[in-house]
């Protein structure tokens, strides 16, 4: 079973402030449902997003790395 966590509880283990969290799974960098009002979150899929090799979450964003000039 899967542990879910609130985004205070998130915030503690990752050091990060809660408007942080929220505004990370707001843009979809962190994933997360909402009950409600209220942001849950899966360890298990933060843990899995967190560790994604950087080159993949900048594809997502569009970013290649290479500069425009």
């Known amino acids: 079973m899967?542990?879910?966590?609130?985004?205070?509880?998130?915030?503690?283990y990752l050091k990060l402030s809660e408007s942080t969290i929220y505004k990370l799974a707001?843009?979809?960098?962190?994933?997360?449902?909402?009950?409600g009002d209220s942001w849950r979150f899966d360890m298990e899929e933060v843990i899995k997003a967190i560790r994604k090799p950087k080159r993949e979450s900048n594809k997502k964003r569009g970013n290649t790395g290479r500069e425009r000039r």
Not at 2 to 12: N, P
Not at 26 to 35: H, I, R, T
Request: glycine share 14%; with cysteine.
């Open 2 to 12: 899967s542990s879910i966590v609130t985004a205070k509880e998130l915030g503690k």
């Open 26 to 35: 707001s843009c979809g960098e962190l994933p997360g449902f909402k009950v």
